[in-house]
């Protein structure tokens, strides 16, 4: 039987597997009055795809918005040096999650890339940026957009 970790959830004091189908394929590889070994610690949960899906579809678009605004269009986001020229880079989604990575790093003292950010990160990380923007543009983020121009949708917010 190959090695597999199973992560349980404390719930009403009993641990609770979190994929039950992985436990019970594994449990079914058991043989009758055979042991087998458990771990206990703990963990930190990975950062969620709302999360993730919150950062690109509402906070980036937001940011992005407002560094336009403010910034105007022609004008570059920021400036690289690339073989000792000065080189403008328009803002995109790309550039303002460069941005705000390079702020947070500033921030935290040291680089976090976010492929490998926790839960509790990702969210200080999205606090961040909100605390950011408030001081910046004036405004909080806005709520996650659901669906339709986020442009548009920004255009519209009252808060706005």
Same mark, same amino acid.
């Given at each position: 039987?190959?090695?597999?970790?199973?992560?349980?959830?404390?719930? &009403?004091?009993k641990? +609770?597997?979190?994929?039950?189908?992985?436990?019970f394929?594994?449990?079914s590889q058991?043989?009758?009055?055979?042991c087998?070994?458990?771990?206990? /610690?703990n963990?930190?949960k990975?950062?969620?795809?709302e999360?993730l899906? #919150?950062?690109?579809?509402?906070?980036y678009?937001?940011?992005? #918005?407002?560094?336009?605004?403010?910034?105007?269009?022609?004008?570059?986001?920021y #400036?690289n040096?690339?073989?000792?020229?000065?080189?403008? +880079?328009? /803002?995109?989604?790309?550039?303002?999650?460069? +941005?705000?990575?390079v702020?947070? /790093?500033?921030?935290?003292?040291?680089?976090y890339?976010?492929?490998h950010?926790?839960?509790?990160?990702?969210?200080? #990380?999205?606090?961040?940026i909100?605390?950011?923007?408030?001081?910046?543009?004036?405004?909080?983020?806005?709520e996650?957009?659901?669906?339709? &121009?986020?442009n548009e949708?920004?255009?519209q917010?009252k808060r +706005?």
């Amino acid at each position: 039987m190959k090695k597999t970790k199973i992560i349980y959830r404390k719930t &009403n004091g009993k641990a +609770v597997p979190e994929h039950l189908d992985i436990y019970f394929e594994m449990l079914s590889q058991i043989k009758e009055g055979d042991c087998f070994e458990g771990e206990f /610690a703990n963990i930190k949960k990975g950062k969620s795809h709302e999360q993730l899906k #919150y950062l690109f579809s509402t906070v980036y678009p937001f940011a992005l #918005y407002w560094f336009v605004e403010t910034r105007g269009k022609e004008e570059p986001l920021y #400036y690289n040096e690339v073989l000792g020229f000065k080189v403008g +880079v328009q /803002a995109s989604i790309e550039s303002v999650d460069f +941005v705000f990575k390079v702020l947070f /790093a500033e921030y935290k003292g040291k680089m976090y890339k976010k492929r490998h950010m926790k839960m509790d990160e990702m969210s200080e #990380y999205i606090d961040f940026i909100d605390k950011w923007s408030i001081e910046h543009f004036g405004f909080p983020i806005p709520e996650a957009i659901k669906q339709g &121009n986020t442009n548009e949708k920004l255009a519209q917010d009252k808060r +706005v």
